[in-house]
């Protein structure tokens, strides 16, 4: 399986939602090779919803249900508004012939989470949530990978439980350097990598 990678200083130079997007989530949850920052994430978040792209709207939605850091406080009200907006706008992209391969299981990641989490207007729903993030894997996205082993086969959501599977979706994250997969392991086998 071919992981999905982002080079960061490629997507800096570059000014599309999308691209915003990528920063944003990978200074929120240290994914490709980004050091943890609130106040970069929620300013490449902003800069997406500036042009009203989809997913940097949900990004700043899951942000306001969450908080982020110390830079955005919970405001659940906000963040339902800002989600429902954004739902609509993200299956869009998935239904746009043009839309990348990449973009669109981005794009289909973040509809899983809206029903792993029952976000919006959406009914949370296990089983739908992980027939999207699985489909989300096994196309190379680190995070759901991350999710297969870390919530779904270890606690049987959506899913039987399989301790086997989800250790091996867990080292296969931990494999690619995903910092919470290789916590995440590291405290399930009590090792420290």
Do not use: W
């Not at 706008?89 to 239904?95: L, P, V």
């Not at 981005?106 to 992980?130: M, P, Q, S, W």
């Not at 590291?186 to 090792?191: F, L």
């Amino acid at each position: 399986m071919e992981i999905i990678k982002f080079d960061l200083q490629q997507l800096e130079n570059e000014e599309n939602g999308f691209a915003y997007y990528i920063l944003g989530r990978s200074y929120d949850l240290e994914e490709n090779g980004a050091e943890e920052s609130a106040e970069k994430a929620l300013f490449y978040y902003k800069k997406g919803c500036a042009i009203g792209y989809p997913l940097c709207l949900y990004s700043l939605g899951i942000s306001l249900k969450l908080g982020l850091g110390e830079v955005l406080k919970i405001d659940e009200q906000e963040a339902k508004k800002v989600l429902i907006d954004a739902y609509p706008k993200i299956n869009e992209i998935i239904e746009n012939p043009n839309t990348s391969k990449v973009e669109r299981t981005y794009a289909k990641f973040v509809t899983g989470a809206y029903y792993y989490f029952g976000l919006g207007n959406i009914k949370e729903d296990h089983k739908r949530a992980f027939e999207i993030i699985k489909s989300c894997a096994e196309e190379g996205h680190i995070a759901a990978i991350y999710d297969l082993g870390a919530n779904f086969f270890y606690n049987g959501n959506g899913t039987e439980k399989d301790l086997e599977l989800a250790d091996y979706y867990l080292k296969l994250a931990k494999d690619n350097d995903l910092p919470r997969a290789i916590k995440l392991y590291a405290k399930r086998h009590g090792t420290h990598k």
